[in-house]
Every structure is written in C-alpha cells, then in structure tokens.
C-alpha cells in the first residue's frame, strides 16, 4: 500500500524547518512512500526546491500560481498524488522514523477509510508551567482530554492524519475556506472534513498513538498573549462550525463537560491542598483560556454589518 504525503509551504524563513520535516518522510522506515510537496505561490522557494529536491523521482514539486491558502494546498498536493493513502504533515512538524509503517499497520488492520496519530512537543524555549495540558491543543500538540488508546475518535490533528485518497477526492477534500490564508483565521478544517466522512460513509478516524508527529513550539506560541487570541478564534471557529454541521462540534461538547466537571475542579482541589505559584498560575490560565473561547464564540453569534 502506497502513501502519499503532502508537505505545504511558502516562506524562505521557514525552509531549514521546511527541509527538516521532508527529511523525515525521506528517511521513513516504510518503503512504499511518495513525497508531494505544493508551494503556495511562493517562487523563490519553489525555485529552491527544485534545486535540492528536484532530482528525486519519489518527489513531486508544485507552486500555485499565487498564494491559495493551506486547504487548497493540500487538496491540489493529494490530486498530484498516486498513493493509495494521503496524508498530511505541516513544515513545522517531523515524523518519527516509524511513523509511516504505523500508518499504514492501522489502514490494514482496520480496513479504515482515515488514520490518524499522536502530535507531541518539540519545546525550542523553555516549557511554561503556566500552559496547562488540557490547551494544549492551542498550540497543535495532543492535549489531557483526548482518547489515550487506539481507537476510534472524530479527528486529530491535521498534521498528523491520512485519508484513503479516493474518499478524501470523493468528499471533495477540504474547504478552502477554512484553513490559514493571510488574515483568515477560521480553523478547525480537519474537523469538518471528518465530520462529514462520518456522516456520508459512517466511519470514523482510527487513531494510533505510536505514530507520532512532533510539532515544534516556537518562542511565540507560548506567549500568554497570543494563545489567548489563539483560544479567542478557536472559539469563533466552533461557532462556525455548528452553523456548517451541529453534529461536528460534539467532541467539544464533551470536552467541555469533562472541563466543567473534572479538570477545573482538580486543578483548583490540588492548588488548595498544595498551594504553589505555579498551580496558581496554571489554574488562571486554565479559566482564561476557558472564557477566552466562550468569548469567542459569543462574537460569532454577532450579525455581521455591512
């Protein structure tokens, strides 16, 4: 079984990261592998590209015409693509060198229609203790919440998730208004799609922890100010989403029930039975984050004006 893995990206600032997270899929331990990489408009990097990489037959270059945004990326990086499997990996991420083979293991074994796996940190400052684990998510790692076994779950992370590449074409792959685009911040693309894979074939992605994804956290997304904002337009997002499918914002639901009614009474238990500063800060934090996202999706309840 073939898999094709579809590297975005556009600036020359990020291109030794960029190298580093195709190296990885070059070095996979899984033989069967094709690397499809989409410039988004970007011809300097395009040109550089082609030079380091160009010569490889298991690579396939594009650069669109102008700058389409990350969703039409991949869309036109998986209709460029000939594996039986599609996958995605952003160009701040790398696999493990057995992430591939474990991809692959799940498709098999579960004769699945989506397999996802397990995004981990990659700390380039020092960790703060005053991001607690259930926002993890903000900044694109696997957060305290999600299922911690194999199994069935709606999505996971964009960077770390495949498709069976005639159902992702079928489905019409993601919508290209959703996804980074200059100013758009309208996340939660990955969401969506699953959603509607669940609701138009009945499946689910399979989720596999071993095949990990590591996601590097730059000096700026741990800045308290920007994970707020961040947690504000995760918010606004989910609003969206209802509006598009009710049925796709439930995993968040439940989340915040588990929130609501376990972490957010552990946490402020454990600061009470073993006050620190750091315990105080991380609960703060945790009810920020909280009402950072409530705010959010409140504002997008707000009519819009012309």
């Avoid at 989409?38 to 160009?54: A, L, Q, S």
């Avoid at 700058?67 to 000939?82: F, K, Q, V, W, Y």
């Avoid at 920007?226 to 995993?251: N, P, V």
Wanted: with cysteine; hydrophobic share 35%.
């Amino acid at each position: 079984m073939k898999i094709s893995v579809v590297l975005c990206t556009y600036s020359m600032d990020r291109y030794s990261d960029f190298r580093e997270a195709a190296e990885s899929i070059l070095g996979q331990n899984y033989g069967d592998i094709e690397l499809v990489v989409v410039i988004d408009g970007t011809e300097e990097v395009y040109e550089r590209v082609k030079t380091d990489y160009g010569a490889d037959p298991n690579i396939t270059i594009h650069c669109n015409d102008q700058n389409r945004g990350l969703s039409h990326s991949r869309n036109t990086g998986s209709e460029l693509a000939d594996g039986d499997v599609v996958a995605f990996l952003d160009d701040d991420a790398v696999a493990a060198p057995n992430w591939a083979e474990q991809i692959i293991d799940a498709y098999e074994r579960y004769d699945a229609l989506a397999v996802g796996g397990r995004m981990v940190p990659d700390w380039l400052s020092a960790k703060p203790k005053y991001l607690p684990e259930e926002y993890y998510f903000l900044i694109g790692v696997t957060y305290r919440g999600f299922r911690k076994t194999e199994g069935y779950v709606r999505n996971t992370f964009s960077s770390n998730l495949s498709f069976d590449r005639e159902v992702f074409l079928e489905l019409g792959g993601f919508r290209t208004e959703m996804g980074k685009q200059g100013e758009n911040d309208l996340q939660g693309g990955e969401t969506e799609l699953c959603a509607r894979l669940e609701r138009e074939t009945g499946e689910r992605v399979v989720y596999v922890p071993s095949a990990t994804v590591e996601h590097k956290i730059y000096d700026y997304r741990t800045d308290r100010h920007w994970l707020l904002e961040r947690a504000f337009w995760q918010g606004y997002s989910k609003r969206r989403m209802a509006e598009i499918d009710s049925e796709a914002t439930s995993t968040e639901r439940r989340f915040l029930r588990q929130l609501l009614t376990d972490f957010i009474p552990g946490r402020f238990t454990e600061l009470v039975n073993s006050p620190s500063v750091t315990k105080l800060e991380t609960f703060v934090m945790l009810l920020a984050f909280t009402l950072s996202i409530g705010f959010g999706y409140l504002y997008a309840l707000v009519p819009e004006t012309d």
